[in-house]
């Protein structure tokens, strides 16, 4: 089996190269990635002398390059993680947001029909819903929710699905997507919120929090993401979408009190700041279709993968201060 995993360097796709190579030691990883600032080569520093890992420096907005890809390693399955995925970037300037997501999943989608695969999968975001109310906390995004985003990655996310579902009608395309809840874990670009209120904290630096820390977002450790893609690749129904959830909702004020709990800060570490731009209430995953169809449940529970995480980053402080080196 020959796997292409499109943005495997950034933080879900290397988790999920590591997985897949660990469990499947007969299959071939071939990660194409471009390495803008959210890839890290030295993510698949474990893996790199692996005989089954290949690694491609290229963007998937490149179409010959990624021609070349497909006649060079004549892939089985595609996993397309490549994306901008960050909010506020994205209400700065949608330009890139629009040419990854949407042009670069269209060039992956015509690759695919020219020279044939057996699955592509879309790795998609619960964001492309839009967001829930606080009023009605029973209410979860299913499968059938219709998609309403509200900032500029994550209208650029529900059009590459569109995209990908055309192509599965239009073409007959083998397709799969995914759509998960907050991922979080080793390897995360510390301008998310947990790694950054992590690295923040060993900085003693303050914990900005947006607004009044009120959001809700359902957390799943990436992992347990990992597990839910593999089944899907192994036994899911082609044409369909699967939600991945954590089941484990709570305030961003909240993840900041956990955090600090654990590395023994102060709560007057945290600031409130000025709110994101459209910043959405609330996200809840309803994980119902991938439980009863796929006999797959979320395994870690918050604290105890957000324990894991934390030792991660004082594991790992070569890692993530060489990224806010460059990054100043």
């Not at 089996?1 to 950034?10: D, E, F, L, R, S």
């Not at 606080?134 to 299913?142: E, G, Q, R, T």
């Not at 593999?230 to 089941?247: P, S």
Request: net charge neutral; hydrophobic share 35%.
């Amino acid at each position: 089996m020959k796997i292409i995993v499109t943005g495997g360097a950034g933080f879900i796709g290397s988790n999920f190269v590591l997985y897949m190579l660990d469990k499947y030691p007969t299959y071939q990883v071939i990660v194409v990635d471009s390495l803008t600032y959210a890839g890290n080569i030295k993510n698949l520093e474990s893996v790199r002398n692996n005989p089954n890992f290949h690694f491609i420096h290229a963007s998937i907005t490149n179409k010959q390059l990624i021609d070349k890809v497909f006649v060079d390693y004549k892939p089985d399955i595609i996993v397309n993680f490549a994306a901008e995925s960050h909010v506020d970037r994205s209400i700065e300037d949608a330009t890139t947001f629009l040419e990854t997501n949407v042009i670069g999943t269209n060039i992956l989608l015509d690759a695919c029909l020219k020279y044939g695969i057996s699955r592509y999968h879309q790795i998609s975001t619960d964001e492309v819903y839009g967001d829930l109310s606080f009023d009605k906390p029973n209410i979860l995004f299913n499968e059938t929710t219709p998609l309403n985003p509200s900032s500029p990655y994550s209208v650029s996310k529900a059009s590459a699905d569109m995209l990908v579902q055309a192509y599965h009608r239009t073409h007959k395309l083998p397709v799969t997507i995914s759509r998960s809840s907050n991922n979080y874990g080793p390897y995360q670009f510390p301008e998310k919120l947990i790694p950054l209120m992590i690295t923040n904290a060993l900085l003693n630096k303050p914990l900005p929090i947006y607004g009044n820390g009120e959001n809700r977002r359902d957390w799943i450790y990436v992992v347990d993401h990992c597990k839910a893609i593999d089944k899907i690749l192994h036994q899911g129904i082609v044409g369909q979408t699967y939600n991945i959830g954590g089941n484990q909702e709570l305030t961003n004020k909240d993840v900041v009190l956990n955090i600090c709990n654990l590395l023994n800060k102060e709560q007057s570490s945290i600031i409130y700041v000025e709110d994101r731009k459209g910043h959405d209430l609330r996200y809840a995953i309803d994980n119902t279709k991938i439980n009863q169809s796929l006999n797959w449940y979320p395994e870690t529970s918050f604290n105890e993968g957000l324990k894991k995480t934390v030792s991660w980053y004082l594991e790992n402080k070569e890692w993530w201060q060489d990224i806010l080196s460059k990054t100043k």
